[in-house]
């Protein structure tokens, strides 16, 4: 088995077309398929179905795949490590974040980084932070940075609390509300909420607040992006609480002070077994240290 041929076979698995896998791994179709063909030979298995419709998985290439990303997952890390050794920072930088993360600067973070090390290819990825965790246990992700209540721990990853600080309420201008210097958790819970779907950690934060309260709150919308829910309190559809450092970069809006707000505590999680050497670079560039305190 070769490492070209394993590519090979994660191109066609991701695309699911034999000519834009061979496009992606500059070859011609030709040789990909020979090279792929000779592969299941040697496993003694096919591990592409292919019709003049589709090309699909077969049981037997579902299970050679995680294992085939693993491999091409290590040989760039063990490359990246050889160059770090001579004192040059390659291979990936894949970052997750959240929406409203404030603790950090990361769009001029990542110039500054690419600056210093242009031959890291940099992958972005905007998601919840659960879902971001799992990522970075999985090795999707190299560093994600979340938004987490203080109940909430992230499990089976490295973790540095960044900061915290605490949520406040949403309103539109012209709402009843947006005249006061501050309001209670009971007064907004007669209004209609956008928030993030239940069971996320987002939603975590203020569903605890209320609970704890003894209060019941009207969910009205429920968005998968923090960053939507602006475009919904804006028009009066609804309220919302948003951390108070995101808040300040809105317009259109207008931010009150909650008495019995929860905390957002802020946090940069990756992977136990490691940091890669552009990762490494990316949080010494943040200012973030690499061995963190128990949180």
Known sequence: MELQQVRYVVA????????????RCLVVQSALSHQISRLEQELGARLFERTSRRVRLTAAGE???PAARQCLEAAERAAAE????VGEVRGRLAVGLIPTVTAVDIPAGLHAFRGRHPQ?????????SDDLVDQ????????????????????GVTAR???RGRLVAVVAPD???ASLSRVTLRELAAEPFVDLPSGTAGRAQTDLAFSAAGLVRDVAFEVTDAAYMPRLVGPGLAVAMLPAAYVDRLTGVTAVEVTDAPTRI????????GLTPATAAFLDLLGIPAVPPAI
Do not use: C, K, Y
């Open 266 to 273: 802020e946090t940069v999680v990756w992977s136990r077994s």
């Open 82 to 85: 050889v160059a770090a050794a």
């Open 161 to 163: 609390e960044l900061a």
């Open 175 to 177: 709402h009843p509300l």
């Open 12 to 23: 066609v698995a991701e695309t699911l077309n034999f000519t834009r896998a061979a496009e």
């Open 120 to 128: 890291v290819r940099i992958g972005l990825r905007v998601g919840a």
């Open 63 to 65: 299970a050679f795949l």
């Open 136 to 155: 970075v246990r999985q090795g999707t992700l190299d560093v994600a940075f979340l938004g987490l209540p203080p109940t909430m721990r992230p499990q």
